[in-house]
């Protein structure tokens, strides 16, 4: 065992004694190009290159002696990417422990030997290419260089921080687990794997840019999902040759199908929960470091219309909830436009009754009614986007002075009508109740073309645009899939889409995902 001084001693900074004429060398691009020399000093010089170093001095490079071995040998790391108790505990002491008969005894080559039988890392791998080096050392990983060795020994030492697991911000529910991802992708896989423990779970890492590789995890259950989507996906995400994709919310734009539609085609999730869920119905999972969240893909609308909790609740209780939830897209988009339908085209909808009075509170608005909507719904989208943006403590406030003060100083100036204002506030209120946040944004944006084919055509207007829509969702797909399956095209599945029967009788998965099992359990014998 050796003390701390005779560390200390032992791991000391690297210092050249023989190299090339650096007025000669070759630029960092070319030594990435390369694989590693015999030369030992040779091969620390040209990481040095790349990094800069000594000027920038993330990059640490530091000599052991390693007695027993009779030599001196290179690790290198990168300061606040790797972790310097891995280091010493799994690297440096073995090294520095081991004894000479050992490395006799064992009579293999000190490389392997060194790799196989001194270090005690989790993950230890050799490499001999320079770009390759690179791409580890940025991942946190540590290199070892001997003498008169071709090769590099690569062992994982990463030691990024991140927050600990936390409550989703997003999701949240009231009944069901209470975890969400965070921005490290091992700590993420691990919380997958918590909640679908099976040995099917298939995790492959895809690479993406074209000079640094970035890696990205690919999960899927190997016996339920089917080859040709997950062949797809992992296409579709080999071709992002982008220099740097920092998070899955960049990525899932390079993914999506039709980048500028409104609909979206990948899915965003905070929840482990979910993640498991859609994993055991064929979908394919996409972790990356940096996102505190998973994308799904495929998706389809019932993806993005159910909610995480649909399945923890009760079977009439989850179908009421998602009764409610249908009711508010619906009022979401349509109640401002059908509003001004009705009252620049088909007044004799209403009753006279009703019609006299919403004529009576108008009388002193000299604006239009398209005016009015217009104006409210722009200044709840400022309310709601600056409630957002601004710190937490006086959100509250902004809410209070938008709802109250501004919407009552409207009806008092005679700017807007008071049945103007509650219209506009179910449409608000409906609008959360939408549980994707991407499908909100489509629909949020879908209310205000609504409301100018109302103000065209009235109705007429509104029935045309709805077959516009109806006709794209049906057209729509996501990485083939189509998006209202399985109920047009009609499939077979276990009906979980509109509404949902209980649990114990979805026994089918969704056909529409080809998946190799189609059978979640034997069907059900009880109350069928």
Known sequence: ????????????????????????????????????????????????????????????????????????????????????????????????ELEKRELEEAAVDRLNFVKDHVLSSLSIKLSNHYQDIVDELLSGNTILLLPEVQQAIVADTRGFKHRNISSPTVEQVINGPKEAFVEAADVNRSL????????????????????????????????????????????????VQRDNVPNLYILAQHLEDRPYSLL???MLTER?????????????????????????????????????????????????????????????MLIPSVYIAISNYHVEMLPTDLMLAIAAVRERVPFPVLAEILFMELTFELLRESVVRVPATIGSTIGIVGALVLGQAAVDANLVSPILVIIVAITGLASYIV????????????????????????????????TYVMAYLVSFKSFGVPFMSPVAPSLSSSDDTFLRPPVWRQWIRPANL???????????????
């Open 1 to 96: 065992m050796h003390a701390k001084g005779e560390l200390a001693l032992l791991f000391k900074p690297w210092r050249i004694s023989t190299g090339p004429n650096t007025s000669d060398k070759p630029s960092p691009k070319v030594y990435l190009e390369g694989e590693l020399t015999s030369n030992l000093e040779l091969n620390v010089l040209q990481l040095r290159e790349v990094f800069a170093y000594p000027d920038n001095l993330a990059l640490r490079v530091r000599r052991v002696y390693v007695q027993s071995l009779n030599m001196h040998a290179v690790i290198l790391y990168i300061e606040g990417a790797a972790d310097a108790r891995a280091i010493e505990e799994n690297m440096l002491k073995p090294m520095l």
């Open 272 to 332: 482990p929960d979910r993640v498991a869920a859609f994993l055991q119905e064929g979908h394919t999972a996409v972790v990356m470091d940096n996102s505190p969240v998973v994308l799904i893909a495929p998706i389809t609308f019932w993806s993005l219309f159910h909610a995480a909790e649909d399945q923890y609740n009760r079977w009439l209780t989850g179908n009421f909830m998602r009764l409610m939830r249908i009711t508010s897209i619906l009022l979401t």
């Open 435 to 466: 549980p994707d946040i991407t499908l909100n944004f489509s629909i949020r944006i879908q209310r205000f073309i609504f409301i100018v084919f109302a103000a065209w055509f009235g109705f007429f207007g509104l029935a045309l645009y709805m």
């Open 264 to 266: 979206p085609s990948v």
């Open 192 to 239: 997958i794997r918590k909640y679908l423990k099976d040995n099917q779970l298939q995790c492959e890492k895809v690479h993406i840019g074209q000079h640094r590789k970035q890696p990205v995890y690919l999960m899927y259950l190997r016996n339920i999902a089917s080859e040709q989507i997950v062949d797809r996906v992992k296409r579709r995400i080999e071709q």
């Open 514 to 528: 080809s998946p190799k099992d189609t059978i979640r359990s034997d069907p059900p014998e009880r109350n069928s």
